[in-house]
């Protein structure tokens, strides 16, 4: 397939080119500023947005991308779906927040290839230790920025240092990574969590 | 160039006074430009004209100076997938985890490198978190 860009591929949108059939109407999606995108070698681009309307049936959603523009998605039985573990489009909800990979179609559409729902990757410190889960506060890179603790609680499937018998030993003070699924009440269940020494 | 090796996590750019469960919503990183959507990483070892130099890898391993902008190219030793990224933020602490073996089954070792969930996600699954990379610099 011809390869083209993310840019390239939003412009073609933004002229008109191509649009699910849907009883959504969906705005020109907002073109490109900065640096052009890479594409991977397997011609798939990441695009990230709030999800503004899903339809299982139909195999479709639409997401507002960055900056709010509205762009139409496939999704089929091979796009790979997670939100705290891998499931299928049934599971995602209007608002849930996406990150993904998507090839685009010369139509104008873009086919998910990959899907992440509502997943964050943190860096901090163990505050307090509650039963079945913890206080963090997060680390920032360059900067130290104001402090603010984020409860986590253990996903069942939780794996610790890559070790799925392991139970997390924490204490406070204690440096962590934690991945997981934020829920709508503002809690982390952590599915994946590495503790250091 | 040479090589380096430890694990690659992915973050959003910005820093702690900024965090959101969404990368859009965080800052632009110390070099002021770094975008998730983008090709760009943090390194811990950063100097950035007209601002004191990062340094987060004090005792673990010893890594170049990069400037903003320095491209580096991340090896996924799992799957050999690859990503050529620029730098553009300072991170991670790669003090966490020294000592700690590093290859594939074995990725929380020293962390040498954040990427954008762009980039990562090219090289990995994002559900994975963190992968034992080798970074050519």
């Known amino acids: ?197 | 160039m040479a090589y380096y090796y430890g694990s690659a996590s992915w973050f959003c750019c910005g820093h702690a006074g900024s965090w959101s469960s969404r990368c859009a919503d965080t800052g632009h990183g110390s070099c002021g430009n770094c975008e998730s959507y983008l090709d760009h990483a943090a390194w811990p070892k950063l100097k950035r004209p007209g601002y004191p130099d990062c340094n987060k890898s004090d005792n673990c391993l010893s890594l170049p100076w990069k400037y903003c902008g320095d491209t580096l190219v991340v090896y996924n030793r799992c799957n050999g997938q690859q990503v050529t990224v620029e730098v553009h933020d300072c991170g991670p602490n790669t003090n966490n985890y020294c000592n700690w073996p590093c290859g594939c089954g074995y990725p929380n070792c020293p962390a040498i490198i954040d990427l954008t969930p762009n980039a990562f996600s090219k090289i990995a699954n994002l559900d994975v978190g963190r992968i034992p990379v080798r970074v050519t610099a």
């Open chain 1, 1 to 197: 397939m011809t390869r083209i860009t993310r840019r390239q591929f939003l412009r073609n949108i933004a002229l008109g080119s191509g649009a699910l059939a849907s009883q959504i109407v969906f705005e020109p999606a907002r073109m490109l500023t900065g640096s052009e995108d890479q594409s991977v070698g397997d011609g798939t681009i990441f695009l990230e947005g709030d999800i503004i309307a899903v339809d299982p049936d139909r195999g479709m959603l639409v997401i507002n991308e960055r900056g709010g523009a509205p762009v139409n998605l496939r999704v089929s039985s091979s796009t790979r779906i997670w939100k705290g573990e891998v499931t299928d489009l049934t599971a995602l909800e209007l608002g849930d927040f996406l990150y993904l990979r998507a090839l685009p179609g010369l139509d104008g559409t873009f086919t998910a290839t990959k899907i992440w729902a509502n997943i964050v990757n943190l860096m901090g410190t163990v505050s307090a230790v509650e039963n079945g889960g913890f206080q963090l506060r997060i680390d920032g890179h360059a900067h130290e920025g104001p402090e603010r603790p984020i409860t986590v609680r253990f996903h069942p499937s939780l794996v610790v240092n890559d070790n799925p018998t392991v139970t997390p030993a924490l204490r406070v003070g204690q440096s962590v990574q934690v991945l997981g699924v934020i829920e709508r009440d503002g809690v982390l269940k952590a599915t994946r969590m590495w503790v250091a020494e």
